[in-house]
């Protein structure tokens, strides 16, 4: 089996994704405060509620692209992955309706679309 480089960046953001996921879990004040919106009333245990909620999806969207890894086409691999750089794009949107710093919208949600957009394209002309 021939490894190439979108595959070990599709991992990557799988990965990651799981790992923030996890994050959430086990530390959601510190989760919710980086995401970028400001004035996050992180004590309420609503939030914590939501959070989990929030969490439990990140950890299943990184599990599915390492499903995608395992046993599908790099086609279907990097359909997914198009589809899903909706989500980095809708937090930096959201973020950026809500005053939060440009720093977080653009470099950590707009630069996270922009490699899943460009892992997309390597796995869909690959």
Same mark, same amino acid.
């Given at each position: 089996?021939?490894? *190439?480089?979108?595959? $070990? ?24 405060? #980086? ?10 245990? *609503? ?9 439990v999806?990140?950890?299943? #969207? ?20 198009l ?5 980095? $794009? ?7 309706? #809500? *005053? ?13 679309? $922009? ?12």
């Amino acid at each position: 089996m021939i490894v *190439n480089v979108a595959d $070990v960046l599709a991992a990557l953001i799988g990965a990651g994704i799981i790992v923030i996921g996890v994050r959430a879990l086990w530390a959601p004040q510190a989760a919710a405060a #980086s995401f970028g919106i400001p004035g996050t009333p992180t004590g309420e245990p *609503n939030l914590r509620v939501w959070l989990s909620i929030k969490a439990v999806r990140d950890i299943a #969207s990184g599990l599915f692209i390492f499903i995608l890894l395992a046993g599908a086409t790099p086609d279907l691999l990097g359909w997914f992955m198009l589809a899903a750089t909706g989500i980095p $794009v809708g937090d930096a949107l959201i973020v950026l309706r #809500s *005053n939060g710093p440009k720093a977080a919208a653009y470099g950590i949600h707009g630069a996270t679309a $922009v490699v899943m957009l460009v892992i997309s394209v390597l796995l869909l002309i690959g």
